[in-house]
């Protein structure tokens, strides 16, 4: 049974430019959650999407949008990258309560 | 919002020690998880444990949610251990809120 996975791996892009990263949920999870860790904090709740749709929004600007298709897998896409938003991005599935996050994306924004 | 205090923030071990990770929230929550974080950034689920007390293994959680308080357990700790452990709650519609975690190094 395959976990949540997440591409790329990695990531270097220019301040300006945009970026889309994406998440496969575990087998039978229908809810993906999007998550930023900066360097040295906890992850930082950015959105949810359940049913294709944005259920629940944390505190990012409108920079930060998303999509959910309908085999459950997810995108989030950043415009106008700022030197600010180089994290780890973080991707969690689930089906009821309990989350199970991917391996990650670590994104660099020079 | 809720806030999500963990203690301590850095801790040293020496294999074979136990040792005692605590979290605190600031209100009433529909769930908690603690997660270890690894190295290369993957977090990794100890314990989904709203309430009550879960073992596994060598590690075992306690949440008092009345109290709003969890504290995780690690004995006879091994050098693998090392880590980042982080604490999440659940509050309304399942966004987790985390906190800022405990780093914890068990040296041979």
């Known amino acids: 049974d395959a976990g949540v996975t997440q591409s790329p791996t990695h990531l270097i892009k220019t301040r300006g430019q945009q970026v889309t990263l994406r998440c496969s949920p575990k087998?039978?999870?229908?809810?993906v959650s999007w998550y930023q860790q900066a360097l040295g904090q906890g992850p930082q709740f950015i959105f949810q999407y359940y049913e294709e749709e944005e259920r629940q929004r944390g505190n990012f600007p409108d920079r930060f949008s998303g999509h959910q298709f309908p085999n459950y897998s997810s995108e989030l896409n950043v415009n106008a990258l700022l030197l600010g938003d180089s994290a780890l991005y973080l991707c969690?599935?689930?089906?009821?309560?309990?989350?199970?996050f991917g391996p990650g994306t670590r994104l660099t924004v020079t | 919002g809720i806030q999500v205090e963990q203690s301590p923030p850095d801790l040293i071990l020496q294999e074979g020690a136990n040792s005692t990770l605590r979290c605190n929230f600031s209100d009433s929550v529909n769930n908690l998880q603690w997660f270890h974080q690894n190295p290369w950034g993957q977090l990794i689920n100890l314990f989904y444990?709203?309430?009550g007390t879960k073992q596994n293994g060598r590690l075992s959680a306690t949440t008092v949610a009345t109290e709003r308080y969890s504290l995780l357990y690690i004995s006879s700790s091994q050098t693998t251990d090392s880590g980042v452990y982080f604490c999440?709650?659940?509050?309304?519609?399942?966004?987790?809120?985390f906190g800022e975690g405990t780093q914890l190094t068990v040296n041979p």
């Open positions: 999440a709650v659940e509050t309304s519609g399942s966004r987790l809120t």
């Open positions: 969690a599935s689930s089906s009821g309560s309990e989350q199970y």
């Open positions: 087998s039978g999870h229908d809810t």
């Open positions: 444990i709203p309430s």
